[in-house]
């Protein structure tokens, strides 16, 4: 039989083979399994070490303690304004201070911090990398609460493509980032709902998309949170130039800068909106203009004066345009022959104003209208009589005409009836029924009152009664015109309305700081 199939295997041997081929590919399955948990070991190990290791770059981030910031020592660190942060700056190492306006995770490893200073923006990129910057400065970095203020150092980069969520086209990549100001996890209003403009609210409605609105009280109410959006840092700056720009022409044209007392004994405007008040117990009252003491200055022989000051109306007006407190601009000046010669300056003046503003304030006047869109004043004076005084209706209605005939929105009105004016207004040769006064509007809306004043004092004692006001509390007003007084005439402007007018603003609770009308004494 054996001779028969002498090649074929003996069962016993073949399933020795078997056995064997089944044991190889059992051993590589096994060792790969080992190889698996080595690796995820020494993963698992990795991670712990770095995990309970301390942060080698741990100096380079985190808040900035109280002691530190309490004026130890001068360091002659030079901080770069985020303004200033340009394409000339690449490679640069800078040291920058704002807020963190925004704050994006890409991912454990990489972060976007958005630092905002004086209303400009930088995008500054934090990306984790051996001995510059370690998972604990992104993870700190994004930890860092909104409008919280922020130390930022690095260096400027410049992108490939253009930076859609910052000012500033450049980048800084991070080595160092404190935080020296830490804010409240959640704001009141958010800096980005109180910045957007009415149309982009209304095109997400169309879209089906709503967004948050922040009414005019809410705004008020955190005031400081609202007066950092772009546009309200814009409107304070001009604010600025416009104050600026007045004192700089008038000087030019040979006024003095005057202070007046705030305090007086009498009413300086006349009727019942003053507010009253009690002086070491005798009877006094705020201001409602400069007005009696800038003609006192003129009796003392200054020639030309101005003063920028406060001004208190205790008006019951809840109208867009009026406030309990402003600040004034203010003129007085000798007249030679007419009082057209204060005209004059008003225009000169206001063309001035309106060109310097348009010169100086581009960036400004542009982030006021990205949220409070506004065409250009057009400006030129024009003189115009009326036959009585208007009301605010009739004013728009005027001023309407006006740019329709004369393509102008700035111009001016005289010879007003004197029923409407103050006491100190002297009336018109012609007509004693009228008075030598202006008044001068912008965009329909009237901004500055003017006149000559009465400078003879028994005629001005005499106004004053037939206005109501008890000559014995201006008596030593009313006595500075006996030693001698020259024809003298003067203005007064309201600055918070003038930039409300010029940006085509709304409400002028839009241009006071902090502003004080019947309803609001706070913040």
């Known amino acids: 039989m054996s001779s028969d199939a002498p090649n074929q295997p003996k069962p016993e041997e073949d399933g020795v083979n078997n056995d064997a081929t089944q044991s190889k590919k059992a051993a590589k399955k096994e060792a790969a399994k080992q190889q698996k948990r080595a690796a995820a070991a020494a993963a698992a190990a990795v991670t712990a070490i770095s995990i309970d290791a301390p942060d080698p770059l741990a100096a380079h981030y985190g808040d900035v303690p109280l002691e530190d910031l309490q004026s130890k020592s001068v360091t002659g660190r030079e901080w770069t304004e985020v303004g200033s942060l340009t394409k000339g700056l690449e490679g640069r190492t800078v040291l920058v201070r704002g807020r963190a306006q925004t704050v994006r995770a890409v991912s454990k490893k990489m ?132 104050e600026n720009i007045f004192r700089q022409f008038l000087l030019s044209e040979g006024f003095v800068g005057i202070h007046t007392p705030k305090l007086i004994a009498g009413s300086s405007e006349g009727g019942s909106a003053v507010f009253r008040l009690d002086y070491k117990g005798q009877p006094a009252c705020l201001a409602q203009s400069p007005q009696l003491h800038k003609q006192m200055a003129i009796c003392g022989d200054f020639g030309r004066v101005f003063e920028v000051g406060p001004v208190f109306r205790a008006e019951d007006s809840f109208t867009h345009r009026h406030l309990c407190e402003f600040t004034g601009l203010d003129v007085e000046m000798e007249i030679k022959e007419h009082y057209s010669e204060v005209m004059d300056i008003v225009d000169r003046l206001f063309v001035a104003l309106f060109d310097s ?49 004369y393509g102008t929105e700035f111009y001016i009105l005289h010879r007003y009836p004197l029923a409407v004016r103050p006491f100190y207004t002297l009336p018109c040769s012609d007509d004693p029924t009228y008075s030598n006064s202006f008044d001068v509007f912008i965009r329909g809306e009237e901004i500055i009152s ?55 603003l709304n409400n002028i609770r839009k241009t006071s700081l902090f502003p004080r009308d019947p309803l609001r004494i706070a913040p």
């Open 111 to 242: 972060a976007f911090l958005i630092v905002r200073e004086k209303g400009f923006t930088v995008q500054c990129v934090l990306s984790v990398s051996p001995d510059l910057v370690s998972l604990g400065m992104v993870k700190f970095a994004t930890g860092l609460n909104r409008e919280s203020y922020v130390d930022v150092e690095g260096t400027v980069s410049v992108p490939n493509s253009p930076i859609k969520g910052a000012s500033q086209q450049v980048e800084i990549q991070v080595r160092k980032v404190y935080c020296i100001s830490k804010a409240v996890p959640t704001l009141p209003i958010n800096i980005e709902d109180a910045a957007r403009s009415e149309l982009e609210i209304d095109k997400a409605l169309q879209a089906g998309e709503q967004l948050v609105r922040v009414n005019q009280d809410t705004r008020l109410n955190f005031r400081v949170l609202d007066l950092r959006t772009p546009s309200n840092q814009g409107i304070f700056r001009v604010q600025c130039q416009v």
């Open 357 to 405: 503003l348009n010169e100086r304030c581009q960036k400004e006047l542009e982030a006021i209208g990205k949220q409070y869109p506004f065409e250009p004043l057009k400006e030129a004076g024009i003189e115009i009589d009326p036959l009585g005084d208007l009301n605010t209706e009739s004013e728009r209605k005027l001023g309407q005409l006006v740019l329709e005939k």
């Open 450 to 504: 003017g006149a000559q004043r009465v400078h003879l004092p028994d005629f001005l004692a005499t106004r004053a009664e037939a206005c109501g006001i008890d000559v014995k509390t201006i008596s030593t007003y009313v006595d500075s015109f006996r030693y001698g007084a020259p024809p003298h005439g003067g203005f007064g402007v309201g600055l918070e309305r003038v930039v409300m007018l010029f940006c085509a």
